[in-house]
């Protein structure tokens, strides 16, 4: 199995972040209620805008700038949604506290998809401090590891700038009194006495720097409470005790939870029923594509498993969590002859592509199905995918052109 870690998303600050998804390619600010810069993208700031200005001032520099106010609540709900889309994609331990930086658990090659399908900075760690320091270092849609241990982890802290602190709980002040002493980075404090640091940075600061130094750190990431669920609930007017009975109310129930999915997919199933002597609950992994009948062979299955038939079901309530909207790829790029991807990749690399040409796409016969062909020449290519094709040499084709002869004549002969 792939080893797992401790993956960060950096997409801090989150305002920015959601008005330049908005608006790509854009020079974008992010305004206060007061109609002042909060933060700006660096297109912006290469137009000359800086935080602090007015939107009339910041629209004299940058004309083509576009600036918009985001609310918390705005924020907050957006920030929300993508956690719920981590969780149903990717991992079950989810933690987002903060907006703008996500922790979860992941393989590197799922790392690696989730920082180019969000186009984000991704650090992989053994705790969520060192993966944040990665995160920090890394470029949109890459990813950063920091997962040795030991010396490797060492060699790699010890390259933190200073402005990276903050994940340790330094405030700017502390930064900036640091910079005047001509510090440049984590290795120079690493450098100072334990109680030089307390004295220095102060006692609570301090003591957290001290700890994360000698190795104590957060290694698990909290599984996560899914908040946008859909369900769908049903009182009957006898105690349901029977499984035909029960397939009866799950057909009753689940048609409008269908229609309340709209095409999503959802990670979980939870079921529960309300009995005489309390409520029993049951929940299942699922999987896409999503099928009503299998749901409700699946949520008759969880609820017995419970028990809850032999007490009786008053209420019945099923519902779905870990929502996301499924995707399709539809090609290996997108606007194929804008982009021309493929010429720049035959160019360095001539006999990377292929085409698959087919031959008889209901033959039995693997070989006699399709073929791999060259890209530009149209030339069988043996490839390990090119199905195996025995070709019988001249001598083999000779003998057997004999032998037909022969067998005509003795065929035909008196």
């Known amino acids: 199995m792939a080893r797992t870690f401790i993956a960060c998303v950096h997409l801090a ?38 935080v602090g200005m007015r939107e009339t001032a910041a629209l004299s520099r940058c004309p083509d700038l576009h600036a918009e106010v985001i609310t918390a609540p705005a924020a907050q709900t957006a920030w929300n949604e993508l956690l719920e889309e981590l969780y ?17 658990t992941l393989t590197a090659p799922a790392a690696r998809e989730l920082a180019v399908a969000l186009h984000a900075p991704v650090g992989l760690g053994t705790s969520l401090e060192v993966a944040q ?86 290694t698990a990431v909290a599984r996560y409470v899914p ?35 709209r095409g999503r997919t959802a990670a979980y199933l939870h079921v529960k029923a309300e009995t005489a002597l309390g409520a ?15 749901l409700q062979r699946l949520a008759a299955l969880a609820l017995t498993e419970t028990d809850a038939l032999s007490l009786g079901i008053d209420r019945l309530t099923v519902g779905f969590s870990g929502l996301a909207q499924p995707s399709r790829m539809v090609g290996l790029w997108a606007g194929l002859a804008e982009l021309e991807v493929t010429k720049d990749v035959l160019g360095r ?47 083999q084709r000779h003998d057997r052109a004999v032998q037909g002869v022969l067998a005509f004549f003795e065929a035909v002969s008196p």
């Open 13 to 50: 600050p989150w305002a920015l972040t959601l008005v330049q998804r908005g608006h790509p390619g854009v020079p974008v600010a992010v305004l206060s209620e007061a109609r002042k810069v909060v933060h700006v993208s660096p297109e912006a700031a290469l137009a000359g805008v800086t």
């Open 349 to 395: 690399f001539p006999d990377a592509l292929v085409r698959v040409h087919w031959l008889d796409p209901f033959s039995y016969v693997t070989d006699a199905q399709y073929e791999w062909v060259d890209w530009l020449t149209g030339e069988v290519r043996a490839t390990p995918m090119t199905p195996p094709r025995v070709m019988p040499t001249r001598a």
């Open 133 to 218: 320091l990665a995160a920090l270092r890394a470029k949109p849609g890459e990813v950063k590891e920091a997962a040795g241990a030991g010396q490797a982890e060492a060699a790699f802290l010890a390259l933190t700038p200073i402005g990276h602190l903050e994940v340790l709980g330094l405030t700017p002040a502390h930064l900036e009194r640091l910079r005047f002493l001509g510090l440049r980075g984590l290795a120079d404090l690493v450098k100072w006495s334990p109680a030089q640091r307390e004295a220095f940075l102060g006692v609570d600061v301090g003591k957290a720097l001290n700890r994360f130094l000698r190795g104590e750190r957060t």
């Open 88 to 104: 149903a994609r990717y991992a079950d331990r989810v933690e987002g506290r903060t907006p703008g930086t996500a922790f979860l």
């Open 280 to 294: 029993l609950s049951a929940t299942r992994k699922l999987k896409w594509p999503l099928d009503e009948e299998a």
């Open 227 to 261: 908040g946008q669920m859909i369900e769908a609930r049903l009182s009957v007017d006898a105690p349901v005790h029977e499984p035909g009975e029960l397939d009866a109310a799950l057909v009753e129930v689940l048609p409008g939870l269908w229609t309340e999915l």
